[in-house]
């Protein structure tokens, strides 16, 4: 089939495109930020690349990021200052083949959502060069959150909120996680959980400290799988007693997948995330004088776990990929605020990895053989999109789809150094990687954005995404009756 192509803003003609689960020789047309037509040849259009040799990607789908967001001391960030802001996070997104991004708008104990809500607005609204969307992190259930704020935050384009198992300033109880749960199965919203126990991190990160074992690489120790697996546990079943799916977010470590696993086998919906730290980072890399820049929670595992996490990715207990980038650099501002020889406990969580997300999982996972191009594909873009109520918008390369649009060259390699990224952390935990395949141009809703490594637009053009129900939510009035309601 043929089209007409004057009507297009932009063609895409003469690459291989990833369209209905699989590559195909098309050309594609844009036409007002959207997938026009894919069709054998399209002629004309007003502006025309030729992607001989590409391989044409739907952008990327980050549902895991932080970025400005405001310094709470009881956090993961140990009131370390966020080096990205929108302009450069949505950068660094843009240049690593991400055109949407979902970050976080913290509530602060005392305050309400919405203020937490306006001040992510306030941040973001003007520097994004990527589309983004918005989580909401309850910190503080109280009645007028759970009875007047959740109910009414769909209507504001956000859709699901975060809630912490850990960290002193955000941990909720049991009883207040039930709350919460219950909240957002009425408001159709879904909830994702930081799954760590607590007082079991508390009470061993005592321990160490008293014996004088405080280095980055103890960080690991404080939290071993089993904090992670409780925390799983836990959540799940609270979940269950809900009747509500959640979302498990940076599950790591294999004994936690493998009780996220027997719970899909029960028919629960219960979804999990990962991210690269923990198929590409590990505990060894605690050690030694740089060990805080690769610090997340959980923590990155033994070598030996890897593979575990590759298996839930391929058995799907694993359902998406996302970055979790926290931007921190490595002096004062960030990993180093309490000086360079913090105990591990004043050290903030995170680690960058906003840009090289697609690129890794493209190398490691396709290149590798570790995953198809469809799997690739669908852990990093379309099941974000859907399971954070965006697609069919985002996330898949089909016809009135956002011409979110990435031209890889499936062959070029590049040894990873921070001064080639974009974001304005001073390092990358990835440096020296050698990685094949790469995302040399970026179309945001038919804004051709970075080429061949120049940015070609200002910032500003990222709007912000009023985001759907997810597909993993039921609709609130069809939710069925709970045994004990009336
Ligand atoms: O260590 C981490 N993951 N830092 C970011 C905050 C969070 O809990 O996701
Ligand atoms: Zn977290
Ligand atoms: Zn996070």
Redesign the pocket.
């Known amino acids: 089939m043929n089209a007409v192509g004057d009507a297009f803003d932009w063609v895409i003609h003469g690459g291989e495109v990833f369209t209905e689960g699989a590559l195909q020789r098309c050309d594609v047309g844009i036409r007002g930020g959207r997938i026009a037509a894919l069709a054998e040849r399209i002629d004309g259009g007003l502006q025309r690349f030729d992607a001989a040799g590409r391989w044409l990607l739907p952008g990327g789908v980050d549902a895991h990021v ?1 970025i400005d967001q405001p310094p709470n001391p009881g956090s ?1 960030a140990r009131g370390a200052e966020m080096a990205d802001n929108f302009e450069s996070g949505t950068r660094s997104a843009a240049f690593g083949g991400t055109t949407t991004v979902l970050s976080f708008a913290p509530q602060f104990k005392g305050r309400s959502l919405q203020s937490a809500l306006d001040e992510y607005h306030a941040r973001a609204h003007g520097n994004a060069y990527v589309d983004h969307g918005v989580h909401a992190i309850v910190s503080d259930p109280t009645p007028d959150v759970l009875e007047r704020e959740l109910p009414g935050l769909a209507q504001q384009g956000c859709t699901s909120v975060k809630i912490y198992l850990t960290y002193e300033a955000l941990r909720l109880s049991d009883r207040q996680v039930l709350d919460v749960l219950d909240a957002c199965r009425q408001a159709g919203l879904l909830t994702m959980v ?1 799954a760590e126990n607590l007082d079991c991190i508390l009470w061993l990160t005592e321990r160490l400290e008293r014996a004088g074992l405080t280095h980055p690489r103890y960080h690991e120790v404080s939290r071993p799988m089993l904090v992670e697996r409780e925390a799983t546990y836990r959540a799940i079943a609270l979940a269950e007693l809900v009747e509500t799916p959640i979302l498990i ?2 599950v790591g470590a294999g004994e936690a997948i493998e009780v996220i696993a027997q719970a899909r086998q029960r028919g629960l919906p219960i979804h999990a995330e990962t991210c690269p730290q923990y198929l590409f980072l590990s505990s060894d890399d605690l050690h030694g004088d740089e060990g805080a820049k690769c610090m ?2 959980p923590p990155p595992r033994a070598k030996e776990n890897a593979p575990s996490v590759w298996a839930g990715l391929n058995q799907r207990s694993l359902s998406l990929v996302s970055s ?1 980038h ?1 931007p921190y650099r490595f002096d004062e501002t960030g990993k180093l605020k309490y000086g360079p020889r913090a105990s591990f406990r004043f050290i903030a ?2 680690i960058p990895g906003l840009e090289t997300r697609m690129p890794l999982m493209f190398s490691e996972g396709v290149v590798a053989g570790r995953l198809s191009l469809a799997d690739f594909v669908e852990l990093c873009c379309t099941a974000p999109a859907q399971l954070y109520g965006l697609h069919p918008r985002k996330g898949e390369i089909a016809l009135g789809a956002d011409a979110d649009l990435v031209a890889w060259d499936p062959a070029h390699q590049v040894r990873l150094t921070n001064a080639m990224l974009h974001h304005n952390v001073d390092y990358t935990p990835y440096a020296g990687m050698d990685i094949t395949g790469w995302p040399m141009q970026v179309w945001v809703r038919g804004v051709l954005t970075c080429d061949a490594g120049r940015l070609v637009v200002p910032r500003g053009g990222g709007q912000f995404l009023q985001r759907e129900r997810s597909a993993a939510v039921p609709h609130p009035d069809a939710l069925p009756r709970r045994k004990w309601e009336p």
């Open positions: 932080h993961a930081h977010v940076h997340c929670s979790d926290a969580n995170g």
